[in-house]
Each structure stands twice: as structure tokens, then as C-alpha cells.
């Protein structure tokens, strides 16, 4: 449990300060921005779909906190090469995580991903974590408008 609280201090501490990806992209892409009410960060997410569906590049930029920042760039990183199917289910199984006391997915299966669990007994921050992952739904159904956390 220490190691997997050391894992999640440095991978959110290093992504949250470097965040990967962090960039405007070229068209084309899909597009949405995301909105947390409660603190009032904001985040706009770029993703660019091929013509096999596969996800060739996400990219994110914005202001947020270091949960929020740190599961952005983990995002982008764990997308690549993924069919948008994939990466909807991945959005799914990740906030399932965080909200669904019922949720019965392994967190292993999430890879880094999974060092956001501990999160869920903070329900302010799972708006941090959550954040990317609605945007990142809302751009690949193609809803350009803000979405927020609530
Ligand atoms: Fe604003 Fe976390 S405090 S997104």
C-alpha cells in the first residue's frame, strides 16, 4: 500500500510539474473543453481520430491542479493507438473507479491509471481526476460546448 502511495505521489508530482502532451494541435482534431465548477479550473482537450478509428494524437492544455494536470497528461499518454471504442471504455472503467461504489473493475487493468484510486475517498478531488476523461467523452461524441464535473 506505502509503494503504491509513493507510485501515486511521484507520477501525479512528475506529471502534474511536466505534463505530457501539453499543446495546441493541428487540424484536424475533435475538440472539447472541460470545466470544474468547484475551483473553476479549466481544460481544453484535442483529439485527432484516423479514418480506421484509431486515436493518432490527443493533446490537452489549460489550468488546473496537479490531480487534474497529472490525469490529463496520463490520458493523452494511455490513448495513443487506441480505436475512439477503446477509449471510451477506458474513459468508462476510469470513472467508474472513482465514483461507482459498485464498480468492480480491476484497477490493475487500468496500468498507470490506477494510481488515481486512492482518490475516490475524495470526492472534491475525483472532480479533479474526472475532469479530462468527461472532456475527453465530450470530444469524441463530438460536443464542442464546455462540459463541467457536476
Ligand atoms: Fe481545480 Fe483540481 S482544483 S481541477
Not at 509513493?6 to 512528475?14: A, T
Not at 501539453?22 to 475533435?30: A, N, T
Not at 468492480?104 to 496500468?111: K, M, N, S
Amino acid at each position: 500500500m506505502n509503494e503504491l502511495r509513493e507510485l501515486y505521489q511521484e507520477l501525479v508530482l512528475d506529471h502534474g510539474k511536466k505534463p505530457r502532451n501539453y499543446r495546441p494541435m493541428d487540424e484536424p482534431y475533435r475538440h472539447s473543453v472541460g470545466y470544474n465548477p468547484v475551483c473553476g479550473d479549466k481544460l481544453s482537450l484535442f483529439v485527432r481520430v484516423n479514418e480506421s478509428d484509431v486515436v493518432e494524437d490527443v493533446s490537452f492544455q489549460g489550468t488546473g491542479c496537479a490531480i487534474s494536470t497529472a490525469s490529463a497528461s496520463l490520458l493523452t499518454e494511455a490513448l495513443k493507438g487506441k480505436t475512439a471504442t477503446e477509449a471510451m471504455d477506458l474513459m468508462r472503467q476510469f470513472t467508474a473507479m472513482l465514483i461507482d461504489p459498485e464498480n468492480d473493475t480491476d484497477p490493475d487493468a487500468l496500468g498507470k491509471l490506477a494510481v488515481f484510486e486512492g482518490v475516490k475517498d475524495f470526492p472534491v478531488r475525483v472532480k479533479c481526476a474526472t475532469l479530462a476523461w468527461r472532456t475527453l467523452e465530450a470530444a469524441l461524441d463530438g460536443r464542442d460546448t464546455p462540459v463541467t464535473t457536476e
